[in-house]
């Protein structure tokens, strides 16, 4: 699969990711590796990824607990820390390995080390290839603030070996297909259609799809790599989606929803808002929900679940006028920002969504 160009790096694929690194890490180049990765990907990964790097660089492996509740300033602390003490310098290199968890921290702390060094994301997630770890974006969490502190800083590379996902589990791919369904929808109808046939995909049209996916995401940073206009358009399903990722967070009776698992009902929800606004048609909302709905369990919604959720909503920091703003779909393929929506509208959407 061929190269992507991005901003100042290279997406590189499957098997042309070893050549690349052996070519890279070079004594001459750098001091020291450092592999970071997190509980799971040390076992499942790490392995691998060791046996296939050829390189007389000194490698060193740094690790913390897997999950989202670790994505903060302490295990931030804790890598500064193990990487002084294993002998860091400027001209050391931190490679990425794992989910968008391990990807988001590591490009944090190598953006911040010793004001900066270089960093590879080698994303392990399905939502990690297609998503976290392109675009520079990096951060973590403070208190139930998500990715309250960070920075964009762009990685050396990218490398994505798609064999990692044969460990992820369902829910987890699930997850990262909600955001390649985002991207169909909102750049590109013909790579959309080829959802409809998913259950007759194997490993080799997903990793087209993956590849198509990153193409996607990588235009549309490269188009406005600081947020101000079209970037907001990898914002459909996110605005209602968030809203219900974080009340199903906090909500000690609910079981939590995975982001891609918040983000599929966003989707449709907003394709609702989209249809409502007179930018799709009915036969594009039933056909978006049918395809939704047939990858995803529903979510169940009571009245004081869609109140809770719509009061989340007015507090959303993107929001002007007290009013919430939405990027909606102008058909599909196609995506309008800065749309403004009645809280009456998104309570139909919410009924829209129940039956
Ligand atoms: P994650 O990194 O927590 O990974 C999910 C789980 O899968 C973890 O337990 C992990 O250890 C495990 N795992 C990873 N690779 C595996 C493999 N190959 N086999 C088996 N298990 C594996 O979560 P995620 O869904 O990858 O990423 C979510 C994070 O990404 C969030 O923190 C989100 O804020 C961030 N994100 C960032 C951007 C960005 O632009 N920077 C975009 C989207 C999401
Ligand atoms: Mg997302």
Redo the contacts with the bound molecule.
Sequence with gaps: MQTINANGYSVYFNETIYNYLNETLLPEHYSKVFILA????SE??LPDFIANLATETPIEIIEFE???QF?NIETCYEIWSALTELGADRKSIILNL???????LGGFVASTFKRGIEYINIP??L??MV??SI?G??GVDLGNL??QIGTITTPKAVLIDTH??T???QN?MR??LAEMLKHGLIQDKDYWDKFKMLSSLNTEDLDILIHQSVEIKNNVVLQDPTENGIRKALNFGHTLGHAIESYFLENDDKKSL??GEAIAVGMILESYLSMEKNLLSKEEYQEIKYIISDIFEPVDFDKTDIEKITELLIHDKKNEFGKVQFALLDGIGKIKINQFVTNDLINSAFEDYKN
């Design positions: 997190d509980s799971s990907t499942l990964c897997a999950g989202e994505k794992g989910g968008g968890v391990v990807t988001d392990t997630t939502l990690a998503d976290a675009g974006k990096n998500k990715n990692f996902l460990t992820l589990p987890e997850s990262g995975l982001h």
